[in-house]
């Protein structure tokens, strides 16, 4: 009888240790540099929205707003299942965050949702255009002054063209937008390319494009926090 109740409890140690691993493996594809971000609040701001059009492109007639929505709907999506991040969206639809109000008390409000919930990073999507149709390229914009917001840009626009991208690196700058300048968190404006010139907009607009900067961007965020 004594025997066979040593068996019995054998049988059950071996019983959850496969239980066990069979969990671990489950979990293998979250390396423990992802896991490092768990209790970190991200804060994507897709600017403009609403009656606020941004850019529109000059030869596919690609509308900034709705580009801007979508990239930063992919990154959440992605950076949540690669991660344990809490990412936060400062629009989820086409819609401006202040309808009917001045421009800087808009800007304003989005700074206000990383404010709000103490976001450790504040990421704006963008994209550009310009009156020469010849200027390509992306870059990243940081706040002025600001040494975390400059090492958080050269990061992620490192990351981004990692990722084998066919356009110009047009590097990182120190700029006076105001949700650089006005956000206490670490801030980006990311510039994806620019409407005007027609294979930098055929280019933002395609699957490849947009998951290679997508993963970037979220390559770029991981290694600032892990390193």
């Not at 580009?67 to 990412?87: G, W, Y």
């Not at 969206?89 to 709000?116: F, G, I, Y």
């Not at 990421?123 to 040494?147: E, L, M, P, Q």
């Amino acid at each position: 009888m004594k025997k066979r109740a040593i068996l019995f409890l054998f049988i059950i140690l071996i019983m959850n240790t496969g239980f066990g691993l069979i969990h671990a493996k489950g979990r293998k594809n979250i390396s423990k540099e992802d896991l490092r971000l768990k209790g970190k609040t991200i804060v994507i701001d897709p600017g403009h929205g609403g009656d606020d059009r941004g850019a529109q492109g000059k030869n596919y007639g690609t509308i900034e707003k709705d580009l801007n929505l979508k990239v930063a709907q992919n990154i959440k999506k992605e950076l949540e299942e690669r991660t344990d991040a809490k990412v936060i969206l400062t629009r989820e639809t086409d819609t401006s965050l202040l309808p009917e109000t001045k421009q800087k008390e808009e800007l304003q409000a989005r700074v206000k949702v990383a404010k709000d919930n103490a976001a450790d990073l504040y990421i704006s999507i963008h994209h550009d255009t310009f009156g020469d149709t010849k200027v390509k390229g992306i870059k990243t914009h940081y706040g002025a002054n600001k040494r975390q917001d400059k090492k958080l840009a050269e990061i992620v626009q490192e990351a981004i063209f990692n990722q084998d991208i066919d356009t110009r690196d047009r590097g990182i700058q120190a700029s006076d937008f105001l949700v650089l300048r006005e956000n206490s968190s670490p801030a980006i404006l990311i510039e994806l390319g620019f409407m005007s010139n027609k294979s930098d907009e055929k280019r933002m607009n395609s699957e490849d494009f947009q998951v290679k900067s997508q993963k970037g961007i979220i390559d770029g965020i991981i290694t600032y926090f892990t390193t």
